[in-house]
């Protein structure tokens, strides 16, 4: 491509009245040797048109300097066949002005401070433009658009419907010998519309005739898949008979241990015997994308002795009521004990939530409903009824055979012919012994890929999702951002094995689910990354002659995009990958980068920087700031005004595990007096959208302090720190005691060499 530039500055928003316009564009046009010219107001109809008619004269890469790059994204979209590179002269300089306080003098600096920071920025954006290459999408030789259903309960027929009404053809593949899942032993279901108080019939043979009839949705029942190889819109899977054996059967768990050592090549794996996962089955069938639907299984209830499931006749799960409801065997007076109580008195059982909260009402009604004289104990130290759901359980609470305290059940002991339930702190102020025939435990939702290996894939981080250890067992990517999306691109989950969930949330989640899949094929088929980095056309090249099998690409990548060879050489798969430039990070020889983004263009933004000598005033801090949390929330900062030290120079990156060490040693080599890193949190609180990207990026910065020192220089002049979108309230104090720490270490000694 032979860039034609030109720079385009608008003076709206303020930004004309803070900074002198006519002497960033000298900047422009002098220093970066590109044309450039202002407008007041270039997100308007006649900006647009001033710069589109250039655009038509032949210019085919822009730089805006203007608002955020978050905003005005159509305003200042020129065509998939331009370049357009925005620098941030609103929201992070302008209005990132640090006000005087009331009372305080100005500083008689400021405007010139806030004119070398809209300077540093164009010059950034400069630099970025002319680096910055048009990607070249990654097409498939063949593109599938089949579905595969893994599941035919609720959720998985429901995602089979929705899929299959949009125009796509569906394999749902299902263990047991019919589909319908555990909906078919269901008597009742939860109310789905007003007044929110009624028992509704089980929609699931209805839903049954609907997909059977449908000539778009292959079943497959006593079958399972034995093995999913391949990448999004060309994966292949292999089929087997329910409960038989196939070479990809594993023996035993593979804990997170092993998996680290499989993945390091320091163990065989269990699954195969093998220590890669690149195995192709010539006969599997194709498929496009995958909707994981395998559905939950009841907690085990039995390790709290104090209530005898296991050893006492009639002690039941809600599951095991819910059958003896179906058949129509309901005793006239029943416990329900939510919680375990006894030394867990403030917890539920495992894997509860609301749902059970609900059963135990829906059950409640079951006793009155079939016994005249009915009597239904709800014992419970959390009860939740979410949304509508409140109606639900007033209605209950208000029926007469319906008993419902908060308690600890210490003891369930056989009493004669029937049970004694022992309860204390009650809301009534007393112990209750409780006699019944029936003792029902509210047992939770294990999603099946705690336990199962419900979906075996040839992937190099393993088989299956519980060995990734987030979500207690839950096959999730990112739950609040992108719910639906687990760690492997291409397979999205739904119902029971995302999170317990009612039957109108299940059928909500199918069809979430179903649509993720469809633009996942859609998104492929253009060449594109599906999410987080919707449309995304770059994606990682690797520059193989000086790849020295180090394997830290593969090994650090959080979606399995990279599996490698006998040797370690990384092989790609493109559309596995979701472009957060976790392997360019990684990789110490620098030789991984995308079109738009790379290690020599992030390396001479941060160069492009003007550093000044010997002027404590006008120190330099260059902060990496993840483009998903940090960045956004410091545009809030700006917006609210509550300013941002004039020190900082932001670079925005996609994920903090993309920050190549060699941008922290090549700041600080050419004077820059400190770095930090700023991005998602990890760990218990986990909000990273590339999962591992923040965690991944401070174990790198806790060892570049040896490489610091071998500069002779402090390792407290770098520094990485975590927030939330949420926090751009504490963001500028978190910046400002970062410079006043550099201040105190006085200039970098690098400076001038």
């Not at 490489?707 to 504490?730: F, H, M, N, P």
Request: aromatic share 8%.
């Amino acid at each position: 491509m032979d860039k034609k530039y030109c720079a385009y500055i608008c003076a709206g928003c303020g930004i004309g009245d803070a900074l002198d316009l006519e002497a960033l564009s000298e900047v422009v046009s002098g220093e970066m040797s590109m044309e450039c010219k202002t407008h007041d107001c270039l997100c308007g109809k006649d900006g647009r048109a001033f710069i589109e008619a250039d655009v038509a004269g032949g210019v085919n890469t822009v730089v805006v300097g203007a608002c955020s790059p978050r905003v005005m994204t159509r305003e200042f979209d020129f065509g998939q066949d331009k370049i357009t590179v925005r620098a941030n002269l609103r929201e992070q300089v302008v209005w990132a002005e640090v006000k005087p306080a009331e009372g305080e003098e100005p500083n008689s600096s400021a405007a010139e401070f806030l004119q070398e920071t809209a300077s540093d920025y164009l010059r950034m954006a400069c630099t970025r433009a002319k680096k910055t290459a048009l990607p070249e999408p990654f097409h498939l030789e063949v593109l599938t658009r089949t579905i595969l259903v893994m599941g035919g309960g609720l959720a998985g027929l429901t995602a089979a419907k929705e899929a299959a009404a949009a125009g796509y053809d569906v394999l749902l593949v299902e263990k047991e010998e019919k589909i319908g899942g555990k909906a078919l032993g269901w008597r009742k279901s939860f109310p789905t519309r007003a007044p929110w108080t009624d028992l509704e019939e089980n929609p699931i043979n209805a839903l049954i005739a609907e997909v059977e009839g449908n000539s778009r949705i292959t079943v497959k029942t006593a079958t399972e898949v034995a093995r999913i190889s391949g990448s999004p819109g060309d994966f292949g899977v292999s089929l087997k008979a329910a409960g038989s054996k196939s070479e990809w059967d594993a023996p035993a768990k593979v804990t997170v241990e092993d998996q680290e050592k499989i993945e390091k090549g320091e163990k065989a794996n269990p699954n195969t015997g093998l220590k890669k996962y690149t195995e192709l089955n010539p006969e599997a069938t194709k498929v496009g994308a995958v909707v994981l639907a395998t559905g939950w299984t009841p907690a085990d209830v039995s390790a709290f002795s104090h209530l005898g499931y296991g050893q006492i006749k009639n002690v039941v799960t809600n599951a095991e009521f819910e059958k003896l409801a179906k058949e129509g065997r309901v005793p006239a007076s029943v416990a329900f004990i939510q919680s375990p109580g006894g030394k867990e008195n403030d917890k539920d059982f495992p894997y509860c939530n609301s749902v059970t909260s609900m059963v135990a009402l829906k059950q409640a009604q079951y006793v009155c409903a079939d016994n005249a004289d009915g009597k239904a104990f709800i014992i419970y130290q959390h009860m939740r009824t979410p949304g509508h759901m409140e109606l639900f359980y007033k209605n209950a609470q208000s029926q007469d055979g319906i008993f419902l305290t908060k308690g600890s059940v210490t003891g369930v002991s056989e009493n004669g012919g029937g049970l004694r339930v022992a309860v204390e702190d009650t809301l009534l102020g007393e112990n209750l012994d409780l006699d019944v025939e029936m003792v029902v435990l509210a047992a939770g939702m294990e999603p099946t890929t705690l336990h199962e290996y419900s979906i075996n894939l040839a992937y190099r981080q393993g088989p299956t999702f519980s060995d990734l250890g987030l979500f207690d067992g839950y096959a999730d990517s990112h739950f609040i951002c992108f719910p639906y999306e687990t760690r492997r691109t291409g397979v999205y989950a739904c119902g029971g094995v995302r999170k317990a969930e009612s039957m109108e949330e299940a059928v909500d989640d199918a069809t979430g689910a179903a649509l993720k899949a469809i633009q996942c094929i859609e998104s492929v088929d253009r060449g594109v990354s599906v999410h987080p980095r919707s449309g995304d056309a770059t994606y990682p090249e690797f520059f193989m002659q000086r790849c020295t099998q180090c394997k830290r690409c593969t090994e650090e990548c959080p979606f399995g995009a990279l599996d490698d060879d006998e040797k370690g050489t990384p092989l790609p798969n493109p559309t596995r990958c979701r472009r957060c430039g976790t392997c360019m990070g990684a990789c110490p020889e620098r030789i991984i980068g995308f079109k738009d983004y790379n290690i020599d263009l992030i390396g001479s933004m941060v160069k492009a920087v003007e550093v000044p000598e010997d002027d404590d005033e006008r120190l330099r801090v260059v902060v990496f700031v993840c483009e998903n949390d940090a960045y956004p929330a410091i545009d809030m900062a700006g917006m609210k005004g509550l300013g941002i030290n004039h020190m900082i120079r932001f670079i925005p990156v996609r994920c903090l595990g993309s920050v190549n060490m060699a941008w922290i040693r090549d700041a600080l080599s050419a004077g820059m007096d400190g770095a930090m890193l700023l991005g998602c949190t990890y760990g218990d609180n986990y909000q990273c959208h590339f999962v591992k990207g923040s965690e991944i990026a401070n174990k790198r910065m806790e060892n570049i302090g040896e490489t610091l020192s071998s500069l002779g220089l402090e390792s407290e002049r770098c520094a990485a720190e975590q927030v939330a979108i949420t926090d751009y309230d504490k963001i500028p104090q978190l910046l400002n005691d970062f410079v006043e720490q550099i201040v105190e270490m006085g200039p970098n000694p690098f400076k001038g060499f």
